[in-house]
């Protein structure tokens, strides 16, 4: 390479410069965050989704069991 440095993009070798460098991986940087942003809104919506889905269990507040009559009283 005689003296020069050179850098992978993913796609390309580029010559090695500050500015084409740091604009780079700048670009590459803002593209990963980008990426996870929609990974963790697709969790989002799916564990919304989910939620959505279950049935609401009703409690009795007396009581850690889910429903008063499973203590033997009637509601």
Do not use: H
Not at 31 to 42: F, G, K, S, V
């Amino acid at each position: 390479m005689g003296g020069r440095w050179d850098y992978w993009t993913g796609t390309a070798w580029k010559e090695y410069s500050p500015d084409s460098y740091r604009r780079w991986y700048l670009d590459w940087r803002l593209a990963q965050n980008e990426a996870e942003m929609a990974r963790l809104r697709a969790m989002m919506r799916s564990m919304e989704a989910e939620r959505s889905l279950r049935r609401p269990r009703v409690y009795d507040p007396d009581s850690f069991l889910p429903f008063a009559n499973e203590r033997g009283n009637d509601p």
